[in-house]
C-alpha cells in the first residue's frame, strides 16, 4: 500500500485523497498489465464528478472507465462508499456519514449570513425572531432545548423561537461545531 498519492488532476488541480489512492491504484494496475510506465491522468474532474478520458489502447480506456465508476462511488471525504449527490448547488460524492456532516455546517454557514443580513438591514428596533420550523431540521435538533423560548398562540400548539439575540450567544458554539464538521 504504497502507492503515490501524489498524481494530480487532469486540471492541475490536488485529487481528494481517496480518489487520489484510487486514481493511483488502477495508474499502477495499468502499468503491472503492461510492463509499462504510466505516470499521467486516466480521469478528468468535469462538473465536480471524475469522468474517464479516453485513449486509442482500450487497456487504457478500460482502466480509466473503472476508475471513474470506483471513484464516483467513493467518498471525497473518508474513503467510505458514497453516493453522489447535490451539496450546497454542486455534485459531490459523499457516504452518508459525511454527507450530514457538511450539510450541518453549511446550514450553520446560512444560519450566520441570515444573522448578518438581518443585523444590517432590520429596521431600527424590529426584533428578528427565527420559528423552529424556520430551520432545517439538522440545525434545528443541534439547538439545546434550553435555548429555545415558548409562545403559546390562543387555541393553538405551543410556538418555540429564537430571537436573534439568541442566536447570536448560539453562534460561537455552532460555529465550533461547524469547525468539528469540516475537520473531522
Ligand atoms: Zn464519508
Same mark, same amino acid.
Given at each position: !500500500?504504497?502507492?503515490?498519492?501524489?498524481?494530480?488532476?487532469?486540471?492541475?488541480?490536488?485529487?481528494?485523497?481517496?480518489?487520489?489512492?484510487?486514481?493511483?491504484?488502477?495508474?499502477?494496475?495499468?502499468?503491472?498489465?503492461?510492463?509499462?510506465?504510466?505516470?499521467?491522468?486516466?480521469?478528468?474532474?468535469?462538473?465536480?464528478?471524475?469522468?474517464?478520458?479516453?485513449?486509442?489502447?482500450?487497456?487504457?480506456?478500460? !482502466?480509466?472507465?473503472?476508475?471513474?465508476?470506483?471513484?464516483?462511488?467513493?467518498?471525497?471525504?473518508?474513503?467510505?462508499?458514497?453516493?453522489?449527490?447535490?451539496?450546497?448547488?454542486?455534485?459531490?460524492?459523499?457516504?452518508?456519514?459525511?454527507?450530514?456532516?457538511?450539510?450541518?455546517?453549511?446550514?450553520?454557514?446560512?444560519?450566520?449570513?441570515?444573522?448578518?443580513?438581518?443585523?444590517?438591514?432590520?429596521?431600527?428596533?424590529?426584533?428578528?425572531?427565527?420559528?423552529?420550523?424556520?430551520?432545517? !431540521?439538522?440545525?434545528?435538533?443541534?439547538?439545546?432545548?434550553?435555548?429555545?423560548?415558548?409562545?403559546?398562540?390562543?387555541?393553538?400548539?405551543?410556538?418555540?423561537?429564537?430571537?436573534?439575540?439568541?442566536?447570536?450567544?448560539? !453562534?460561537?458554539?455552532?460555529?465550533?461545531?461547524?469547525?468539528?464538521?469540516?475537520?473531522?
Amino acid at each position: !500500500m504504497n502507492e503515490r498519492l501524489t498524481f494530480n488532476r487532469h486540471d492541475g488541480e490536488a485529487w481528494p485523497a481517496p480518489w487520489a489512492t484510487q486514481h493511483a491504484h488502477f495508474i499502477k494496475r495499468f502499468s503491472d498489465v503492461r510492463h509499462q510506465y504510466w505516470s499521467e491522468p486516466l480521469v478528468e474532474l468535469k462538473g465536480g464528478l471524475p469522468r474517464p478520458l479516453s485513449f486509442d489502447d482500450s487497456v487504457l480506456s478500460g !482502466m480509466a472507465r473503472k476508475a471513474a465508476q470506483v471513484m464516483r462511488h467513493t467518498c471525497t471525504t473518508c474513503g467510505k462508499p458514497g453516493k453522489v449527490l447535490r451539496l450546497g448547488g454542486a455534485w459531490a460524492v459523499r457516504c452518508g456519514r459525511c454527507c450530514g456532516k457538511t450539510l450541518l455546517a453549511n446550514q450553520i454557514q446560512d444560519l450566520a449570513d441570515a444573522l448578518d443580513s438581518v443585523s444590517d438591514f432590520a429596521p431600527f428596533g424590529a426584533t428578528a425572531v427565527w420559528h423552529e420550523h424556520d430551520l432545517p !431540521m439538522l440545525l434545528r435538533s443541534s439547538i439545546p432545548s434550553y435555548c429555545w423560548r415558548c409562545t403559546v398562540p390562543p387555541g393553538q400548539e405551543p410556538l418555540r423561537y429564537l430571537a436573534r439575540e439568541d442566536i447570536e450567544s448560539l !453562534m460561537p458554539w455552532l460555529n465550533k461545531l461547524a469547525a468539528v464538521m469540516n475537520d473531522d
